[in-house]
């Protein structure tokens, strides 16, 4: 099957104006002819040349989703049909592998397909249960409105996924950073001063020794080092991506971790209820709302949990009672659930209950990155500080000797 391009195109429509924009097609052919069924009559058809790459809007973020749908919900909000929507929004993105996409979405809806039927046939930009709450919102006419929920749960959903990765990458970064500036001054600044010190015909310091001997060590191994641990991340990421039972105990062991594991926890708490509340607010019914929900949790735990509490629901047992015996989920969530379960307003007490949970993540994050960094700056002090300490150490005793 040939592989669809961008076209340029520049027209009249069926009122004369003249118009112009892009359309995604086999060729120029195929392009004149949609947009002819579109009622446009097009003076001029090219390919869109592509432009320089250089490693930025290469790929399609789960950011670029959430914008995207926020802006349809936007559109069609103001009374903006669904297709001419497509062409607004388009022309606004700068990630041109997310023009392309939506312009791909917009011929397939052009040309008679729904829209989550259209979505579904990118996978890796929307998943399940995007799908399955765009077709609820276009079987109950209410298209707009779900679009509108489906952004802000993508926008908290990855609002939150990013504050647990700044907790997380922030001192891992800067603890990077100090071992660079380590082994730079290892290899290049200590040979120096120990030149230096081989005219003074004194013993060093023993830990001057020691800085020396781990300079020479290094000096002879640095590269077989770098080249070891590039191995070692590239070997354990791959064993990660084949090994399931491997991934599975990495997040039972997250959440015991020492303050991260909190976070983790409550980031699973509130990716559960908010997407169980986008859901269940959707019309879509419990059992199957679980089973979207289960995959959204984000860890093996909550995962395993979930599939659980959709057992005993299909069974006939309430929702809180389920969650309550999984020994998972915190005590105040269940009585929420509960409440909403007895008040027929389960989505609101969920919507509640996942900004709590998203407002106590981000505290979380914002106090351990206050805790991390006088932490860090402890770390690179002794680092950075005890090698410079080693390196004038026999400068000082030479000073006293001088001096006595």
Same mark, same amino acid.
């Given at each position: ?119 579904? &046939? ?10 399955? !709450? @765009?077709? /609820?919102?276009?079987? %109950? $006419?209410? *298209? ?18 990013? &504050? ?10 800067? !603890? @990077?950073? /100090?071992?660079?500036? %380590? $082994?730079? *001054? ?31 060590? @290094? ?57 169980l509340s986008t859901t269940f607010a959707a019309g879509v019914?419990l059992v199957d709302a679980l089973t979207s929900v289960a ?77 991390m960094e006088p932490f860090i700056m402890s770390v690179l ?24």
């Amino acid at each position: 099957m040939a592989e669809s391009a961008i076209f340029l195109w520049e027209g009249t429509d069926k009122q004369g104006r003249k118009s112009k924009g892009e359309i995604s097609s086999v060729n120029t052919a195929l392009a004149r002819a949609e947009l002819r069924k579109q009622g446009i009559s097009a003076s001029r058809v090219k390919k869109k040349g592509k432009a320089l790459n250089l490693g930025f809007g290469g790929k399609i973020s789960p950011a670029d989703v959430a914008l995207f749908t926020r802006q349809m919900s936007t559109m069609m909000r103001a009374g903006v049909p669904l297709v001419q929507s497509f062409e607004i929004v388009s022309e606004g993105l700068t990630n041109p592998k997310m023009r392309e996409l939506v312009m791909a979405i917009h011929n397939d809806v052009s040309g008679g397909n729904s829209f989550a039927a259209s979505i579904g &046939k990118h996978p890796l930009q929307f998943d399940e249960l995007f799908c399955n !709450l @765009v077709d /609820a919102g276009e079987q %109950s $006419g209410a *298209l707009e409105t779900m679009l509108d929920r489906i952004a802000t749960y993508k926008e908290k959903t990855e609002s939150l996924k990013a &504050k647990v990765k700044k907790a997380m990458t922030y001192p891992i970064a800067v !603890l @990077v950073v /100090a071992m660079v500036v %380590s $082994g730079i *001054l290892l290899i290049k600044v200590v040979p120096q001063f120990e030149q230096v010190f081989a005219g003074f015909g004194a013993e060093l310091p023993a830990f001057t020794q020691f800085v020396i001997g781990i300079s020479e060590f @290094v000096q002879e191994w640095w590269l077989m080092m770098v080249f070891g641990m590039a191995a070692a991340v590239l070997g354990i990421s791959a064993l990660f991506k084949r090994s399931k039972k491997l991934r599975d105990a990495k997040d039972r062991i997250s959440l015991k971790l020492p303050i991260a594991g909190n976070i983790i926890e409550k980031s699973s708490v509130a990716r559960f209820s908010r997407t169980l509340s986008t859901t269940f607010a959707a019309g879509v019914p419990l059992v199957d709302a679980l089973t979207s929900v289960a995959g959204a949790a984000g860890n093996i735990v909550f995962y395993d949990a979930i599939q659980t509490i959709r057992d005993d629901v299909s069974s006939g047992q309430q929702l809180n009672f389920s969650m309550r015996s999984t020994g998972v989920f915190p005590n105040m969530v269940v009585q929420m659930v509960s409440i909403g379960e007895e008040s027929g307003a389960l989505d609101e007490m969920l919507d509640k209950a996942a900004s709590y949970y998203e407002e106590e993540v981000e505290n979380a994050v914002d106090n351990l990155t206050s805790l991390m960094e006088p932490f860090i700056m402890s770390v690179l002090g002794v680092l950075v500080g005890g090698l410079i300490i080693a390196m004038y150490l026999p400068i000082f005793q030479l000073g006293s000797v001088v001096s006595g």
